[in-house]
């Protein structure tokens, strides 16, 4: 009989949508889209005969080789960044192979592909305006070498589909013909980039390179990938940050079957063995002792109080217009509310993991980074080996969302390969994972808005406490992110301040999807629904009100508005709540609608408007602020990170819950971008606009104020 088994490698998927819809099998990429590369990252950073520039390579064969300097991690940027490249170059899109930029070639030829770094929605808003002139610049040089040969003016040859044509003979050369003498010619100047009334490839609904080879489960990630000879390695750090190694027991497992050796590190253990299940087998049976301080006594009570308390304190001033202090005692009305939200973790699907093989003069680290620049350094920290004889062989992530710009895995992997003498695979467990991250950090808010008798707001004052993440980016007192959101923010009013307040616990904090944003925009989305309320205005009135000079704002709200059905009547029960906010050179706005029965809240739909300028690819825009609602709707419910004598109290998906599809809402996105406007990102905004639209949807139907997340375990019975 034949093997009907269903495996990640072979499978139909049957499921239903979470509109309640039935979906049944997968829908491959069509037969003319380019190809992706299951392991997409090229071992020889050296260049090819066919390179006409950094970014592109064109074989005899006419395929094109375009370099990808970011990571692919779901967002699609695998896609999009070559799709601008090819409008440029005018090839043949069924030709095209994208490929990851060489982190080594990188460091060696002083940033040829700029950052290597994936995070802050800055693939294709930082990077696109780079490769689409790299593809500007590989096309005139290939028109330049067909006119060569021709002995014709350039100005008679025109490039489409992979082919060079001499218009006034028909002649014509293939791409591949050309481009060994192409990457030869050096131009005079670079060529004009095209304008948006010009794209015909850049708007274009393309399916995501990357799709096929996930559904059919041939992609590799970092977790599916062997080298020969290789180890395996498990791996425990301090349960408290901070701590480390006082002793270990090795001869508990001495003998243990597989098990090649102990390494102890500074702060952590690791067990190496032939295989993985044995490695972790014998680190869970491990005697360690741990030297933890005065951080073992510390829990999340206590930390929550600080972050209060640091509200009393004096802080540095981080935006001021106006004078804040004169006009609110004019006010004919002050309301003022504090907000606060918990440490949160990243719980990418995939655990860190990393592949290292440690040589004297040579090491080469496989692992799925965000980024792969960062990675080459630390493995050459800990290897001791020249930055220029480091390898990184980027693999596909399953999630990142900023956890993975802060390669921990790389430097424990060149570690422990460095004390064996052997290539090692580290992978870390889902707890390790959970309890070893680089968190979002916790937060406070106190708000204070003063109104004049018609209830027009006259003053907004705003105290912060957060955690810096980068303690080198703090200058007189402030760390821009932990502002973000709130320096920036669009409302306009006379009087306005926002005073900062760092505070930092034991705890490590990381950039966590849309940084800073993500907890300021449900603070100021919160309190804005709050002062439309004090002054008896119709939320979306005050917004307007606030935002008379942006009429991109007021676009993206007449869509939110009538897509969103706002001001029609709910049932009792039910509300609707709304939130607008620009970050990363992107407006987004959702509506959410609730139901909130028996103390339980269910998010029923949401409708997501957004501008974020020229659109590159619109199917990849909608994947993206749908994923981010989901992302951020798994902070708005569930999201919370506690700490019991100094350690993560959570370990997995039981203790750290996330949207399932039974919390899934019915989803729409509607895309309403300003003509001419550059691109902005889209992989964070999605992720902030949830938390304060539903709960702002909350008060709607309950008349009950959130002012703390999550929302699991709240009081929803009603009442301000």
């Known amino acids: 009989m034949t093997d009907t088994t269903l495996s990640r490698r072979?499978?139909?998927?049957?499921?239903?949508?979470?509109?309640?819809?039935?979906?049944?099998?997968?829908?491959?990429?069509?037969?003319?889209?380019?190809?992706?590369?299951?392991?997409?990252?090229?071992?020889?950073?050296?260049?090819?005969?066919?390179?006409?520039?950094?970014?592109?390579?064109?074989?005899?064969?006419?395929?094109?080789?375009?370099?990808?300097?970011?990571?692919?991690?779901?967002?699609?940027?695998?896609?999009?960044?070559?799709?601008?490249?090819?409008?440029?170059?005018?090839?043949?899109?069924?030709?095209v192979k994208p490929e990851y930029a060489s982190a080594n070639r990188n460091f060696k030829e002083n940033k040829v592909y700029g950052s290597l770094a994936t995070g802050g929605s800055r693939a294709v808003r930082e990077t696109g305006e780079l490769v689409q002139q790299a593809g500007a610049s590989a096309r005139e040089r290939l028109i330049a070498a067909a006119a060569k040969r021709w002995d014709v003016p350039a100005s008679e040859c025109t490039a489409a589909m992979s082919k060079v044509t001499h218009a006034p003979s028909g002649r014509a050369f293939r791409f591949g013909e050309l481009a060994v003498e192409a990457a030869a010619i050096k131009l005079d100047k670079e060529p004009a980039l095209k304008k948006p009334d010009q794209y015909k490839f850049i708007?274009?609904?393309?399916?995501?390179?990357?799709?096929?080879?996930?559904?059919?489960g041939t992609a590799k990630y970092g977790i599916d990938l062997e080298v020969p000879g290789m180890l395996r390695a498990a791996i425990i750090k301090s349960p408290v940050f901070g701590g480390t190694v006082k002793s270990v027991d090795e001869s508990a497992v001495a003998g243990r079957r597989g098990v090649l050796r102990v390494v102890k590190l500074n702060n952590a253990v690791a067990v190496v063995a032939d295989r993985y299940f044995r490695a972790q087998s014998a680190l869970n049976a491990l005697p360690i002792e741990w030297e933890v301080g005065a951080a073992g006594t510390t829990n999340s009570t206590q930390f929550r109080r600080a972050y209060l308390d640091a509200l009393e304190q004096k802080?540095?001033?981080?935006?001021?217009?106006?004078?804040?202090?004169?006009?609110?005692?004019?006010?004919?009305?002050?309301?003022?509310?504090?907000?606060?939200?918990?440490?949160?973790?990243?719980?990418?699907?995939?655990?860190?993991?990393?592949?290292?093989?440690?040589?004297?003069?040579?090491?080469?680290?496989?692992?799925?980074?965000?980024?792969?620049?960062a990675a080459l350094l630390l493995a050459a920290q800990a290897s001791g080996v020249k930055p220029e004889n480091v390898y990184i062989h980027n693999t596909f992530s399953g999630g990142g969302f900023g956890r993975r710009l802060g390669p921990d895995e790389?430097?424990?992997?060149?570690?422990?390969?460095?004390?064996?003498?052997?290539?090692?695979?580290?992978?870390?467990?889902?707890?390790?994972?959970?309890?070893?991250?680089?968190?979002?950090?916790?937060?406070?808010?106190?708000?204070?808005?003063?109104?004049?008798?018609?209830?027009?707001?006259?003053?907004?004052?705003?105290?912060?406490?957060?955690?810096?993440?980068?303690p080198a980016n703090v200058k007189d007192g402030l760390d821009p992110q932990t502002t973000q959101g709130l320096i920036n923010t669009a409302y306009k009013l006379p009087n306005y301040r926002v005073v900062s307040i760092l505070k930092n616990t034991h705890v490590p904090l990381g950039p966590w999807r849309a940084p800073g944003h993500n907890q300021n925009a449900f603070f100021m989305e919160s309190f804005i629904d709050e002062m439309a309320h004090a002054a008896g205005k119709d939320p979306v009135a005050l917004r307007r009100e606030l935002l008379a000079h942006r009429p991109?704002?007021?676009?993206?709200?007449?869509?939110?508005?009538?897509?969103?059905?706002?001001?029609?009547?709910?049932?009792?029960?039910?509300?609707?709540?709304?939130?607008?906010?620009?970050?990363?050179?992107?407006?987004?706005?959702?509506?959410?609608?609730?139901?909130?029965?028996?103390?339980?809240v269910k998010v029923e739909r949401v409708v997501i408007a957004c501008d974020c300028g020229t659109v590159v690819n619109p199917r990849g825009v909608e994947n993206q602020l749908e994923g981010g609602m989901i992302y951020g709707l798994s902070a708005a419910l569930f999201g919370e990170i506690t700490v019991k004598d100094g350690r993560i109290e959570q370990g997995n998906f039981d203790t750290y819950p996330v949207v399932r599809y039974k919390d899934a809402p019915k989803t729409e996105v509607y895309i309403s971008p300003t003509p001419g406007k550059r691109w902005g990102g889209v992989g964070e905004p999605g992720a902030t606009m949830i938390q304060p639209a539903v709960t702002n949807a909350i008060f709607a139907a309950t008349g009950k104020r959130l002012r703390s997340l999550p929302i699991r375990g709240q009081d929803l019975s009603g009442g301000a």
């Open 410 to 470: 790389v430097a424990q992997a060149v570690a422990i390969s460095k004390a064996v003498g052997k290539p090692v695979k580290l992978i870390w467990t889902r707890e390790e994972e959970i309890r070893q991250g680089r968190y979002r950090t916790q937060a406070a808010i106190r708000f204070k808005a003063g109104f004049a008798a018609d209830g027009t707001p006259i003053a907004l004052d705003m105290r912060n406490a957060a955690g810096s993440s980068n």
């Open 10 to 95: 072979h499978f139909i998927t049957t499921a239903l949508t979470a509109a309640g819809g039935f979906a049944l099998g997968v829908g491959l990429a069509p037969a003319q889209a380019a190809t992706l590369s299951a392991r997409p990252w090229n071992d020889d950073a050296s260049r090819a005969a066919g390179e006409i520039n950094a970014w592109v390579v064109i074989e005899p064969d006419d395929t094109v080789i375009i370099r990808y300097g970011r990571a692919e991690m779901g967002q699609g940027s695998f896609t999009a960044l070559p799709q601008i490249l090819a409008e440029e170059l005018e090839c043949d899109w069924s030709k």
């Open 552 to 600: 991109d704002f007021q676009q993206v709200l007449d869509v939110l508005v009538e897509k969103g059905d706002w001001g029609k009547p709910m049932p009792r029960g039910k509300g609707r709540g709304i939130a607008i906010h620009e970050s990363y050179d992107s407006i987004v706005g959702m509506i959410a609608e609730v139901a909130v029965q028996n103390g339980e």
């Open 203 to 216: 708007g274009r609904r393309l399916e995501r390179l990357d799709a096929p080879l996930k559904i059919n």
């Open 315 to 373: 802080g540095a001033e981080a935006r001021h217009d106006g004078n804040v202090d004169a006009a609110m005692p004019t006010a004919a009305k002050v309301i003022e509310a504090t907000y606060d939200v918990p440490i949160i973790a990243h719980a990418p699907m995939e655990p860190l993991n990393a592949i290292a093989d440690v040589k004297a003069d040579r090491v080469d680290v496989w692992v799925g980074t965000q980024n792969a620049d």
